[in-house]
């Protein structure tokens, strides 16, 4: 038996297209590159480095790539290597080449800050269905709902070489939030009142319904919504991401508590030994290399446990196809059209509610056999429907009957 038994590899368009990936961070693009790679679709990387370029550098290089590689359409992640100042889409324009652009962070808090956002054709794609709405509204050539995937080929099962410290009952991976917390909040230059409500706002953001941090502060309190927006757009997108991110970090600490009773490995930034100082029990290690470690560290744990960032609410993290992709078992946080990925109870097990947890984390803990259900199940899903190859392939044909 492969660990690609059970692979449903998808259908691929009759005519491939060129593809020119483009960024300034490779955040994200080793899986893509690495799906299209294996589905053979000619694609070449455009990488910026996140140097900084004068304009004149810039479009010489740009248009170089869109010469000499001749592409049909170029894709990026989260709009990186998008220039705020519009000249790209000018350039693509000209070109008449479309852009894709995938966003697996919240829109809302990058986008204010681009100029001619529409100035070239443009498909948006987003990993969380709760945004495309939204999304639809500001003028782009289509929108469309694309959740994350994983890379079979890395996250695969029977890893049994993790070391012993990384063992555990329990575990958590994931960032404190606090140290970015803290950046964004010295990044948005507050005015006072917006200071003092800083706390008051991120612990209801963390329990409300409303899709963004700017429609939470503009429904509860619009007397500073009004002040906010007469911000610049950089203070105010850091305020309002610094919001979220507490929200974040207030919603995680709440959850993670409920596992004390486990006595959880915890995995991340160190801010986690300042949030639970003066918890006994639980272990702490630093972050691990998420494409070296954590497809061995997952196995190693009997439930690894995961609550989302609150950026997220109609979209489900890395960790939900990651863990049981290498036969790992997972308790999770119902996110919104999470039945749409997974059949709940049968691939997924998620607490509704906080109150949730310890029962949950008991009940599997006691049953090795329905984890290994699950997680079978909830793989097998992923090998059918799941991986960067089914998502390069829906981004391909969606562009194909957008743009031609």
């Known amino acids: 038996m492969t660990h690609l038994e059970g692979y449903n590899p998808p259908k691929l368009p009759e005519k491939l297209p060129r593809i020119l990936l483009m960024t300034s961070q490779y955040f994200l693009l080793g899986e893509i590159r690495a799906a299209l790679d294996r589905l053979n679709v000619p694609c070449e990387l455009l990488d910026f480095n996140t140097k900084e370029m004068d304009l004149d550098t ?59 956002l ?3 054709r443009t498909a948006v794609f987003t990993w969380d269905s709760s945004t495309v709405k939204l999304l639809s509204t500001m003028g782009f050539d289509t929108v469309a709902h694309l959740p994350l995937g994983c890379d079979p080929t890395r996250f695969v099962p029977g890893r049994t070489d993790a070391p012993e410290e990384w063992r555990a009952r329990v575990s958590f991976v994931g960032n404190s ?35 963004t941090a700017r429609q939470y502060i503009a429904r509860v309190r619009p007397d500073l919504a009004e002040r906010l927006a007469d911000v610049p757009a950089p203070q105010r997108l850091a305020y309002e991401t610094y919001i979220t991110w507490l929200a974040t970090c207030l919603y995680r600490r709440e959850c993670i508590v409920r596992t004390m009773p486990f006595e959880p490995l915890i995995v991340g930034d160190n801010g986690w030994t300042e949030l639970y100082k003066n918890f006994p029990g639980w272990r702490y290690h630093k972050e691990l290399s998420y494409y070296n470690d954590l497809p061995i560290f997952y196995p190693a744990s009997e439930v690894n446990f995961n609550c989302t960032s609150r950026q997220m609410r109609g979209a489900v993290n890395q960790r939900v196809f990651d863990v049981p992709c290498c036969g790992a078992f997972l308790v999770t946080d119902r996110r919104e ?13 998620c607490y509704d509610d906080k109150d949730q947890i310890e029962g949950l984390i008991t009940r599997y803990l006691d049953d090795p056999k329905g984890r290994e259900a699950v997680a079978n199940a909830a793989r097998k899903r992923i090998l059918a429907e799941h991986t960067y190859e089914h998502r390069m392939v829906t981004l391909m044909e969606h562009m194909r009957k957008t743009f031609g």
Not at 187 to 211: T, Y
Not at 337 to 349: A, Q, R, S
């Open 118 to 120: 529409t100035g070239c």
């Open 337 to 349: 059209g999470i039945e749409d990925l997974f059949e709940p109870e049968t691939e997924v097990i």
């Open 58 to 116: 810039f479009v010489n290089t740009v248009r170089a790539a869109l010469n000499g590689f001749r592409p049909d359409f170029v894709l990026t992640v989260n709009h990186l290597g998008v220039d705020h100042e519009g000249v790209l889409a000018q350039i693509l324009n000209e070109a008449d080449v479309p852009l894709a652009s995938w966003f697996v962070d919240s829109p809302f808090l990058l986008l204010d800050t681009y100029q001619n």
């Open 177 to 211: 939030m606090k140290t970015k917390v803290e950046r964004r909040f010295v990044a948005a230059q507050a005015s006072f009142a917006l200071v003092e409500a800083g706390f008051d706002l991120a612990e209801g953001f963390a329990e409300a319904d409303d899709d």
